[in-house]
């Protein structure tokens, strides 16, 4: 392969912006049963998210502890060990 200044390796940071770091399905899988768990910790989101990646799943932690009760806490903190 020829090399050019223009291709970008996936692995590495494009523009300065890190790389995504995918999850495990399991991982995501979970994330997403969470979501759908406790809709009014994402009550902005129009649609159902994609969770591929690591901050995909970072923001569904967040979103649990901002928004959500004791036991949004818990599934934060189950999923925090997740990853």
């Known amino acids: 392969m020829v090399y050019s200044p223009h291709i970008v390796k996936v692995e590495e940071p494009a523009a300065g ?3 995504r770091i995918p999850v ?3 991982v995501a ?3 997403m049963d969470f979501v759908r768990k406790f809709p ?3 009550w902005f989101w129009k649609e159902e ?4 990646f690591r901050d995909d799943v970072e923001a569904v ?3 649990l502890r901002n928004y959500g009760d004791k036991s949004a806490w818990d ?3 189950e999923l925090r060990r997740c990853l």
């Open 75 to 77: 599934a934060a903190k």
């Open 17 to 19: 912006y890190p790389a």
């Open 29 to 31: 899988r979970r994330a």
């Open 24 to 26: 495990a399905p399991e």
């Open 40 to 42: 009014g910790c994402f």
């Open 49 to 52: 998210p994609s969770l591929c």
């Open 61 to 63: 932690i967040r979103n």
